[in-house]
């Protein structure tokens, strides 16, 4: 029997042994036969025989449904599940690339091949003029730029957050574009 009513388990965990405090529990024994509904110093006495404890599964149940089962492996499956779980799951990152107002035509082109290639990998892009010095009087320059690349992509990539100025930088945000299924003919 695990030490789960001696420990203090978070509240995400589910009640266990002297921790339940209903009356009476709906019982499922450790091989998955129904036991029916029992007192719950009963249960915990069943559980106790067989060396194992008793878990509260549905507690919004009414009554609330334990299950006699080895609470230590139980909370271990449970974590390897997570782990799965988060093993399997996608994270967008945030790339940015820089430009500048006088960025010539082939650094543009390499910059945009990056857009693309970031937007292909289903990661968000965040684009960025950047000004230096007396440039920052033409805003209108990083206007036409951050137009340009949303024109160059295309149906790659929507714009998520539209060109905003914040002190010498104005940046834009671009998400990958969703593309949908067509319907078979």
Not at 130 to 149: C, S
Request: hydrophobic letters at 35%.
């Amino acid at each position: 029997m695990e030490g789960c009513a001696i420990t203090s388990a978070p509240s995400s965990d589910p009640r266990c042994n002297h921790r339940i405090r209903a009356r009476e529990v709906r019982v499922i024994a450790d091989d998955g036969a129904q036991v029916g509904i029992i007192p719950t110093s009963e249960a915990l006495r069943m559980a106790q025989e067989k060396g194992l404890d008793l878990v509260e599964v549905a507690p919004n149940a009414e009554p609330p449904v334990c299950r006699i089962m080895d609470f230590g492996r139980f909370k271990y499956q449970q974590q390897k599940k997570l782990q799965e779980a988060r093993k399997k799951a996608t994270t967008v990152l945030l790339k940015e690339i820089k430009v500048r107002p006088k960025t010539d035509e082939h650094d543009y082109q390499t910059k945009l091949k990056h857009i693309r290639r970031f937007l292909e990998d289903g990661d968000r892009c965040k684009v960025t003029v950047f000004f230096r010095g007396r440039e920052i009087v033409h805003k209108d320059r990083g206007q036409v730029i951050l137009a340009r690349v949303v024109v160059d992509l295309g149906e790659l990539a929507k714009v998520e957050q539209e060109p905003r100025t914040e002190g010498r930088m104005m940046t834009m945000l671009l998400a990958p574009q969703v593309k949908k299924p067509t319907a078979p003919a």
